[in-house]
């Protein structure tokens, strides 16, 4: 057995975390290059695609969302205006510190938990093992993924211990 | 608390379908394009990643290893030797067919089974709990993310929901 808040607050802190170091990686290699910033903060894979700022909105979104829902706790409201490298690295630790400030217990119970997701055109209800299995963690690991895409796209040198991070 | 079986076995099942209907998707559009099938196979987003392929090798690679090894099975041999859409479906459809062997009462206790992954120069050691946490699942979502990834960069209509799998 798992507890819940093993599945879900480790591992979206990690993953934050080296999403971060990613990001770190590729405002080093635009200053490289002498690129603009916004060049690599605005890529993306297809025109109708998010670009890599969205990326991290959302991958932040998701675990935000995740650690309160489960938590019963209200969820940090955003304001989604970030523009830079700097700024998106504070919406990252924000959000980090947000995850640690959840106390195991606040989740013991939680796979039971109704969660629901209010989607533009409709509501999505699940317990809350299968909001973490079937929503979150694949949401969170798509949008990370889709980050270190559009920068290895790019040519930021990434592997994929990047993507997760040191072994230890 | 979940079970192992729960935070494992369904996720896998469920992201193999998905990727099984997202290469359905990609082969539909080469035809419509009158693309030949092997320019999307070999797709790959930056010249030193992998191509579609590999992609979609890797993640049941990942996925037949990770019920074999917490359920202490045998790992089904593959001969990593598929060159067309069909021979990649056969290839997601006997992962699954595993995946539905393995029974619930194979992985409880799983979580402290100590297991070993035999890296190029290296053996990396964890807790099932950890090689499920920190490997198996960021190493799926990451590879068929990517695989979504190439076929989205080369115009193949999908969406997240596609990705995500149908709401239930």
Redesign the interface.
Known sequence: ????Y??TI??LK??LTNLSAILKKAEAYADTKKVEHHVLLNAR??VD?YPLTRQVQIATDMSKGAAARLAGAEIPKYEDNETTFAELQARLAKTIVFLDSIKPEQLVGS?TREITIALRNTD?KFSG?DY????V???V??HV??A??IL??N?VELG?QD???P?N
Do not use: C, V
């Open positions: 057995m798992l507890s819940i093993d599945a480790p591992p990690r993953i894979l297809f695609m796979e999505l093992q973490l299995l079937k929503w963690i694949p949401n690991y798509f993924t889709t270190y895409n290895r796209h040519g994929k993507f997760l991070g072994r």
